[in-house]
């Protein structure tokens, strides 16, 4: 069975910086394209950044763009996410989600179970 | 405000038919496949149809999707209480180089 298990999650002040891993098992994880989506509390579904397989393309919701930086390694199975200058609004549950192995428009298929950044003074 | 507009709400008793809605622009649903999620609640989301009208496996075939132009909707045939959830529709979107979301659907089985 596909796993996705986010970490690094917590509470942070406003101005400050996290680090979110994700951890694939269950499938080759170098042949997908990931994706980081988020969900503030109540609220709907937000795509924030997707990396293809080698990590030579990225691309970001524009709010982010500058701020935060999308990375991976395929050799530990891993996606990052590199969030700099957080904001109040950025509070919210953070998934990692594997989308397509061909482009990277296609499907997020899969989705970890997820983990909350509070942003709070 | 979601780029995909979805109705907040929709409801239905059980053995209805339900349909929820998605509408977009020529940047994603128009020139794009609609892929469409089930949240159940505290849990993560669930594909429950891709590539505009394909069920992945476990799907039950009550749920079924179908895109015109720049919309889409899915229904929702012999309604259920398990059905009870979120739904969200998706498209990767040309102009914004991303993925954008509806802004979800609660569906309640009354």
């Known amino acids: 069975e596909i796993q996705l298990v986010e970490s690094g999650g917590g509470l942070v002040e406003p101005g400050g910086s996290l680090r979110l891993s994700c951890v694939g098992s269950?499938?080759?994880?170098?042949?997908?394209?990931m994706n980081w989506v988020r969900q503030a509390p109540g609220k709907g579904l937000e795509w924030m950044a997707t990396?293809?397989?080698?990590?030579?393309?990225?691309y970001y919701l524009d709010s982010v763009k500058g701020r935060w930086s999308i990375s991976r390694d395929n050799g530990k199975n891993s996606l990052y996410l590199q969030m700099n200058t957080l904001r109040a609004e950025d509070t919210a549950v953070y998934y990692c989600?594997?989308?397509?192995?061909?482009?990277?428009?296609?499907?997020?298929?899969?989705w970890g179970q997820g983990t909350l950044v509070t942003v709070s003074s | 405000q979601s780029v995909l507009t979805q109705p907040p709400s929709a409801s239905g008793t059980p053995g209805q038919r339900v349909t929820i809605s998605c509408s977009g622009s020529g940047f994603n649903i128009g020139n794009n496949a609609v892929n469409w999620y089930q949240q159940l609640p505290g849990t993560a989301p669930k594909l429950f149809i891709y590539a505009n009208n394909q069920r992945p496996s476990g799907v039950p075939d009550r749920f079924s999707a179908s895109k015109s132009g720049t919309s889409a909707s899915l229904a929702i045939n012999g309604l259920q209480s398990e059905d009870e959830a979120d739904y969200y529709c998706?498209?990767?979107?040309?102009?914004?180089?991303?993925?954008?979301f509806g802004g979800g659907t609660k569906l309640t089985v009354l």
């Open positions: 269950a499938f080759t994880f170098r042949k997908y394209c």
């Open positions: 998706a498209s990767w979107d040309d102009s914004l180089n991303g993925w954008v």
């Open positions: 990396i293809n397989q080698d990590g030579s393309e990225k």
């Open positions: 989600a594997r989308g397509g192995i061909s482009t990277p428009w296609a499907p997020i298929d899969d």
